[in-house]
Each structure stands twice: as C-alpha cells, then as structure tokens.
Antibody
Framework: EVQLLESGGGLVQPGESLRLSCAAS????????MTWVRQAPGKGLEWVSV????????NYADSVKGRFTISRDNSKNTVFLQMNSLRAEDTAVYYC?????????????WGQGTLVTVSS | EIVLKQSPATLSLSPGERATLSCRAS??????LVWYQQKPGQAPRLLIY???NRATGIPARFSGSGSGTDFTLTISSLEPEDFAVYYC?????????FGGGTKVEIK
C-alpha cells in the first residue's frame, strides 16, 4: 500500500525558514517523481514544485522560485521542501504527492497534508 | 503561464442527475489535462488523466472529454459521495497550473 506522510509544518514568523519532509512507503521510491502542492485556507490548489526520481531535475512555481528548494533522499524514501524567506501568502496546507510514472499522468497518491502558518 | 478557467463555480444538483463541468485553457494543451476530486478535509484524488482516461479505481460514471483548449468532466448520475470540489490541471507546460475549481453541491 502506497503511503505518504508529511511532517514539519508549524507556525513561523515572516522571513523565517521551515523544512517539510514526506516519508514514502509501499512503492519503489526512486521510480517516481515527487510533487508538492499547496492549498491556502479556503482556496484552491496551487502546484509548488516537482523533483524527478533521480533528483537530477527540479521545477518550481514562480511564486516560490528562489525561496524554496525541493530535494530527495532515495536511500531514506523521503522528499523534502526547504522553505526560506517565508511570507504570509505561503500559509497553506502542503501536500506531498507521487507523480505517476508510466501508466498514467498526474499525481496518483497524496499525503494527508501538513499546515504551514506564517504570521507574526 | 497557462491559465485554466473552470465553470460554473458552483453546480447545484440532486443525486441521480448528470453533472457537466467545464475547463478552458488560455492556450492549447493538447490532451494534457487531468481532473481531481477533493472532499472537505481530504487530499485531492486523481480521477481522469490525459483528458479522457479514468485513473485506477475510478467508477465508470466519471468521464472526461476534450482537447486543445476546451475540456469537460461528466458525472453521468451523481451519487451522494460525488458531492465535492473538482479541479482541472494542465500538464502541458511548466509551471503546472490548476483551475479555480467547481463545487458540486446538493440541491
């Protein structure tokens, strides 16, 4: 059974940093790209970042480029999102999701999300 | 950045009725469109990929169509568990983008 478990969310002040983790199990982790998607309270979904299975390729939304860094440790089946220079508008539930590899397109498994609140 | 516009914002229907949701892209995205369903307090769920292919385990009452800039998600006969918010997402160009969502509510 595929499972994704996010952690690391919390309350931080503007300008501070936070590192989210997503521990994966139930599949060959290095075979899939991994994605972070966020959702501000009461709002829609926003794609944040993706990292390839090897970790050699990454991509970011313009809203986080230069401030957030996605990485992965395939030996620990974990993907990370380092968030620096946080702003109030980064307040959201952050979801980790597995990107389909060959059989489909899109994110086919999602974690339960972790809440990040940026406020003074 | 490709903008996706979903309509209507809210759809009020009764169980058993047919739901038709629209997603329009600001430029052609071929068939690189997916649909997600999200219920309150839950993560999104992949329904349809490549515009018309049902994801694993998705009931046949869900169908997708379209290509280029205009796409449709159809729920042939609404079940009580189908009342939720539906999002389209384009996967043609980075950054990937979502539509604003359509809420299907009980009339």
């Amino acid at each position: 059974e595929v499972q994704l478990l996010e952690s690391g969310g919390g309350l931080v002040q503007p300008g501070e940093s936070l590192r989210l983790s997503c521990a994966a199990s139930g599949f060959t982790f290095s075979s899939n790209a991994m994605t972070w998607v966020r959702q501000a309270p009461g709002k829609g979904l926003e794609w944040v970042s993706v990292i390839s299975g090897s970790g050699g390729s990454t991509n970011y939304a313009d809203s986080v480029k230069g401030r957030f860094t996605i990485s992965r440790d395939n030996s620990k089946n974990t993907v990370f999102l380092q968030m620096n220079s946080l702003r109030a508008e980064d307040t959201a539930v952050y979801y980790c999701a597995r990107t389909c590899s060959l059989s489909c397109s899109g994110e086919d498994f999602w974690g339960q999300g972790t809440l990040v609140t940026v406020s003074s | 950045e490709i903008v996706l516009k979903q309509s209507p914002a809210t759809l009020s229907l009764s169980p058993g009725e047919r739901a038709t949701l629209s997603c329009r892209a600001s430029q052609s995205i071929s068939s690189y469109l997916v649909w997600y369903q999200q219920k309150p307090g839950q993560a999104p769920r992949l329904l349809i990929y490549d515009a018309s292919n049902r994801a694993t385990g998705i009931p046949a009452r869900f169908s997708g169509s379209g290509s280029g800039t205009d796409f449709t998600l159809t729920i042939s006969s609404l079940e009580p568990e189908d009342f939720a918010v539906y999002y389209c997402q384009q996967r043609s160009n980075r950054p990937l983008t979502f539509g604003g969502g359509t809420k299907v509510e009980i009339k």
